[in-house]
C-alpha cells in the first residue's frame, strides 16, 4: 500500500485525476469503478477540465459504480446515479451503453444485486476509486463486514445516515438501506486508489493503515490487495506516525 500524502484537498485531487488521465490513455477501454459522496468531487471537475482542454477521451471506457440508495428513483436528485451523470456523465460524453449501476428502484434488491455481480465478473474493473467513511466504510460496507462479501443489500448505520444527511432535507429523508459492491468485489479490482481529505477521516485513516486487516475496519482489507494508493491531505494524515 503506497500512502501519498499532500497539503490540501486540491492537490490530493489532481493527483489522483492524474491516474484516472494515465489509465485511459494507456488503455482507452479501460473499465473504470467510480465513487459518489463529496471527496471525489474535485477530481470530476479535473477530469472534465481534461476532457475539454486536453480532448480525454471517455468514449470507449466502460462504467461501474460502487454503491446506490435501497429503494431510490435513479431519477432523484439524491440518488448516486443521479450524481454521476451531473458531476461527470453528462460532462464527459461518457454514453448510456457506457454505464452500468445499481438499480435504487429494482423490486427484488437479491435479484439485482445478483445481476450487477454478473457484470462485474465478465468487465473485470481495470482502475476503482474509494472515498472511505468515519467509521472505516468502503462502498456502504459497514464494520463487520465480511471480507469476502460480494454485491449485496446493506443496513445503514445511524452514523452513516447522519453523515449523509447533508445531501438530503433532513435525516428521515436519508434512505435506510443501499446496494453495494462487496469488499471482495472491490478487492478483484486491479488497481484501487482511495482519497481522504478532512480530519474527520483521521482516525478511520489511521486505522486502515496501521492496524491490522480487521473487519471492523472495512478499509483495512486494502492493506492485502497488492495495487493500492491511499491520497491523503494533511488533515486527514493527522494522526499517522510521524505526522
Ligand atoms: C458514502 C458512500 C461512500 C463514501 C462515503 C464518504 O457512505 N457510500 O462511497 O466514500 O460516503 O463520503 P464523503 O466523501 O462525502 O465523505
Known sequence: MKVIISKTHEESSVKVAQS?????KSKPDSVICFATGSTPLIVYKELVKEYENNGLDFSKIITFNLDEYYRIDPRNEQSY????????????????????????????AELECERYENKLSKNPINLLILGIGE??????????????????????????????ARFFESEDEVPKSAITMGIQSIMNADKIVLLATGDKKAEAIRQMIEEEPNE????????????VTIFVDEMAASKLKGN
Request: glycine share 6%.
Open 216 to 227: 471492523e475496519c472495512p478499509a483495512s482489507v486494502l492493506r492485502m490487495h497488492p495495487d
Open 135 to 164: 467509521n472505516g466504510h468502503i462502498a456502504f460496507n459497514e464494520p463487520g463486514t465480511p471480507f469476502e462479501e460480494t454485491t449485496h443489500q446493506v443496513q445503514l448505520t445511524e452514523s452513516t445516515i447522519k453523515a449523509n
Open 81 to 108: 446515479r443521479s450524481f454521476m451523470t451531473t458531476n461527470l456523465f453528462h460532462k464527459v460524453g461518457i454514453e448510456e451503453n457506457q454505464i452500468n449501476f445499481l438499480d435504487g428502484h429494482a423490486d427484488n
Open 20 to 24: 484516472f488521465t494515465e489509465q485511459i
